[in-house]
C-alpha cells in the first residue's frame, strides 16, 4: 500500500435476493508507518516530594500543540492533562512538559498532588487531531529516610 491519503467505500453485499447491495459515503483513509510515539520520559522516576516535575518526552511525529496527560493508568489513557513547556523551536521529537506541585501563597494552597502520590505513572502525548501516542510508563517514589536516630523524650534525659 502506499503512503498517504486514499479514498475507501464500503460496499455490503445486499441482505435479500433481489435488494442492493449497501454502499457507504466514500472518506478519506489516511496510511501512515510511522505513527506518534513515545521513546523515552526523562527523569523516568522521581521523589513524590510535592515540588514541581520538569519532564522531557521523546518520540516521533509530535506535533505543535500537542498535549501531555500524566497520572495512572487507565482504559483510556493516562491520567490529566498537564502542562506544555515551549523550547522556543518546535519540534517533531521532544516536547518539554510539567507535572504541577503543590504551591503556596498568601491566598492559599494551590496546584495539584500529582507529584506527592508514590507508585507506577504513565505519560501519553496527543497530538491536535487527537493521534495518541503509546503509554511511557516511570516510578514516582516516596522518599526514604537517609538515617534514624533516637530523639530524647521530653524530661528525660538523653
Do not use: W
Request: with cysteine; charged share 15%; hydrophobic share 35%.
Amino acid at each position: 500500500m502506499t503512503l498517504g491519503s486514499v479514498l475507501v467505500t464500503v460496499t455490503n453485499p445486499p441482505a435479500h435476493v433481489g435488494d442492493p447491495p449497501t454502499v457507504s459515503t466514500t472518506l478519506p483513509f489516511v496510511v501512515n508507518t510511522d505513527p506518534l510515539k513515545l521513546s523515552s520520559v526523562t527523569p523516568s522516576t522521581s521523589v513524590a516530594d510535592g515540588l514541581d516535575l520538569a519532564l522531557t518526552l521523546t518520540g516521533q511525529r509530535i506535533k505543535a500543540g500537542a498535549t501531555v496527560f500524566f497520572g495512572a493508568p487507565s482504559a483510556s489513557g493516562c491520567g490529566v492533562e498537564i502542562e506544555t513547556a515551549s523550547s522556543g523551536v518546535p519540534s517533531s521529537t521532544v516536547l518539554q512538559a510539567v507535572v504541577p506541585g503543590i504551591r503556596a501563597d498568601v491566598t492559599g494552597v494551590h496546584g495539584t498532588d500529582l507529584t506527592l502520590r508514590g507508585g507506577a505513572y504513565c505519560v501519553q502525548v496527543v497530538n491536535p487531531d487527537g493521534e495518541r501516542s503509546n503509554n511511557a510508563a516511570g516510578d514516582h517514589h516516596q522518599p526514604e529516610a537517609d538515617a534514624l536516630q533516637p530523639v530524647p523524650e521530653r524530661g528525660r534525659p538523653g
